[in-house]
């Protein structure tokens, strides 16, 4: 296989499609030589099928808002590879969803739930609905217009959503009734990311942004280095941002930068406790402004306008909003500021420039969201454990699963990412250890 070859034959089929087409050939780009040295997989065709969803669904949603305005929005959920297990991931809601968008979004899923280990496929969904501004109820009305076509598409042993931007435990809540009420299943198991009391797990909020700091605490140590002390830079605000900012804190590293799209806070001193908890506030407002803190703490955080997290000194730089949201100037930006480490805890936060930026930089450490936030999905697929056995563990049992899961998505960077100079290479790493999983799953599926 070449990936110019392949990727010119994508783009001519997908035109437009530019963050499906930017991940398939950042994946390619890694395996390309692992690939042809098994001609079994040529033979198969197993790029040709894999870069491809087996299906997409799209539908409207048509809902009425507060001042009794019908709003229609389109629905999407892409089945994107079923080879080891029913597909799993998350729903996002956010106004510039597009197919390109859940295509990116599934086939990443797809390589980052292989490396979890447990046995779960590749999907995405979500609508082009914006929740900016828009209050609980009508919140509630969209989740459930949305569910009234979702629920024919998913099932615990066949698709299972779960959150992503802009559907959290809330959004959840409201999907997971509706879809109990269409198909009058009340099984706990179609649904991850749900409420305590709805079969949710514990740790399941916060353990996107824990599995990162657990990673990134891998990746330091590998480099014979300590989080204690270091000053970290967070994009975002929301779910993903705040388990980080909890975790990174308690390992004794100071969060010095929070974002949104309006500006970035910079908090000298660090995060603290009640700043955290603030995040929650401001989730649910539906404002998505990081202005609010400052605001709510003016002696702590400093707010400017129209700048990005990456603007603040720091020594480790963990984007946590959007994809390609770290363009090649803000990693210069970085770079230039003292940055050594960065790990991208949203999908492929990075833009390609600004990761051939970072591991051009000797000693730069650089680890892609596929690894480093997989514990989110993980932990979603440790719900699901629970909710078919009907039984909850405790935080204890939970956290430990996810250090493991953890600890064996870096060992398998390292097995798959070692360089003859002794470097980890954990894009490389990432990619064909999710690939090589996958790929001979589907072989030993034979040709379907
Ligand atoms: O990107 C992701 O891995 C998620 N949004 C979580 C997916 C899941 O099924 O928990």
């Known amino acids: 296989m070449k990936t110019a070859e392949i990727m010119q034959r994508l783009a001519a089929k997908h035109p437009g499609e530019a963050e499906y087409l930017q991940a398939v050939e950042e994946v390619l780009n890694s395996i390309e030589e692992v690939y042809n040295q098994h001609p079994e997989f040529e033979k198969a065709q197993i790029i040709e099928r894999m870069v491809e969803p087996d299906r997409i669904f799209t539908f409207r949603v048509t809902w009425v808002d507060d001042k009794g305005q019908v709003q229609t929005n389109l629905g999407y959920r892409v089945q994107f590879n079923s080879a080891i297990g029913p597909y799993k991931g998350g729903l996002r809601f956010h106004k510039a969803v597009t197919p390109s968008m859940l295509k990116f979004l599934g086939f990443e899923q797809t390589f980052k739930n292989a490396l979890t280990t447990l046995p779960m496929g590749g999907g995405k969904g979500g609508s082009d609905f914006d929740p900016v501004g828009k209050s609980d109820a009508e919140i509630m009305r969209f989740c459930q217009a949305f569910m009234l076509e979702l629920w024919r598409c998913i099932g615990p042993d066949q698709d299972i959503p779960a959150g992503d931007v802009g559907v959290g435990g809330r959004e959840i809540g409201f999907l997971n009734g509706m879809y109990q009420k269409l198909s009058r299943q009340y099984h706990t198991g179609v649904l991850t990311g749900k409420g305590m009391t709805l079969g949710g797990s514990v740790l399941r909020p916060e353990a996107t942004g824990f599995g990162a700091l657990y990673f990134t605490q891998h990746v330091l140590h590998t480099a014979g280095k300590d989080i204690k002390g270091c000053r970290v830079a967070l994009s975002g605000f929301g779910n993903v941002a705040w388990g980080a900012a909890i975790k990174a804190t ?45 605001d709510k703490f003016p002696a702590q955080a400093q707010f400017t306008a129209g700048k990005k997290a990456w603007s603040v000194k720091c020594d480790i730089a963990l984007p ?17 500021n003292g940055t050594w480490c960065c790990c991208e805890v949203s999908n492929m936060g990075c833009q390609p420039g600004a990761i051939h930026y970072f591991q051009s930089q000797k000693g730069f450490l650089f680890a892609p969201g596929k690894a480093v936030n997989a514990g989110g999905v993980a932990t979603s697929g440790l719900e699901m454990t629970q909710n078919a056995e009907h039984i909850s563990w405790d935080e204890k049992e939970v956290d430990e699963r996810l250090h493991t899961i953890m600890r064996s998505i870096h060992e398998q960077c390292v097995t798959y990412g070692k360089q003859a100079d002794g470097t980890i290479d954990y894009v490389k790493g990432a990619n064909i250890a999710g690939f090589m999983k996958v790929a001979t799953a589907m072989l030993e599926q034979g040709i379907i």
């Open 250 to 294: 308690q390992l004794g590293a100071k969060v010095v930068a929070i974002s949104g799209p309006d500006g970035v806070c910079e908090i000298k001193d660090g995060i603290t406790q009640e700043m955290i908890d603030y995040m929650l506030v401001m989730r649910a407002s539906n404002r998505n402004k990081v202005q609010d803190m400052a």
């Open 320 to 336: 946590c909003a959007f994809q390609n949201e770290l363009s090649e100037d803000d990693a210069k930006e970085l770079v230039k």
